[in-house]
T-cell receptor
């Protein structure tokens, strides 16, 4: 079974650009999570979907961050417009309801200049 | 203050030594803990999970849980340089699907 896949692995953007990150969860997993990881803040939850329904959209990240689940096997995270403080690693994870162990993808390292 | 507190922030042990990492929840509604390991430049990988009082052992790794004190600990015996990584503790509350992660303990094992 393939694990969680994320593309691209690296992204460099100019301030003000729109970027879209992609994630494919483990086949059969109904829960999908987007996180941002920085050395200072650690792992922060951005969005959480269950069976394509948005369960949580991360409070402080609402204004410029939008996650969507286009179908059960594909999700995107759009950041619009990007700011230098968005530079971080963006991680996608998925899990089976009831099991709840989250499996992480390799992450997208974003640098905003 | 974070809901899940880990200590110490960083830890250095000699090769072959014992590493002990701690994690405490400030919310009594915790019902499950996970330990993840994240090597530099990689994503977190689940090491062990625990929800019952007591201990659980897998190879060189032992996890303890004391539900009364909302505290879990991870012990790594015969530490190897390859164990050098960021160790993240995660907690689940009220049987929800979300996990809350602590800030992590950075372990360095010196050859």
């Amino acid at each position: 079974d393939a694990g969680v896949t994320q593309t691209p692995r690296h992204e460099v953007a100019e301030k003000g650009q729109t970027i879209i990150l992609k994630c494919e969860p483990v086949s059969g997993h109904n829960d999908l999570f987007w996180y941002r990881q920085t050395k200072i803040q650690g792992l922060e939850l951005l969005s959480y979907f269950r069976s394509k329904s948005l369960m949580e959209d991360g409070g402080a990240f609402k204004d410029r961050f939008k996650a969507e689940m286009l179908n059960s096997s594909f999700s995107t995270l759009k950041i619009q417009p990007t700011e230098p403080k968005d530079s971080a690693v963006y991680l996608c994870a998925s899990s089976l309801p009831g099991e709840d162990t989250q499996y992480f993808g390799p992450g997208t390292r974003l640098l905003v200049l | 203050q974070q809901k899940v507190q880990q200590s110490p922030e960083s830890l250095i042990v000699p090769e072959g030594g014992m590493a002990s990492l701690n994690c405490t929840s400030s919310d009594r509604n915790v019902d499950y803990f996970w330990w993840y390991r994240q090597h530099s430049g990689k994503s977190p990988k689940m090491l062990m999970s625990i929800f019952s009082n007591g201990e659980k052992e897998e190879g060189r790794f032992t996890v303890h849980l004391n539900k009364a004190s909302l505290h879990t600990s991870l012990h790594i015996r015969d530490s190897q340089p390859s164990d050098s990584a960021l160790y993240l503790c995660a907690a689940r509350y009220n049987a929800g699907a979300k996990l809350t992660f602590g800030g992590g303990t950075r372990l360095t094992v010196r050859p």
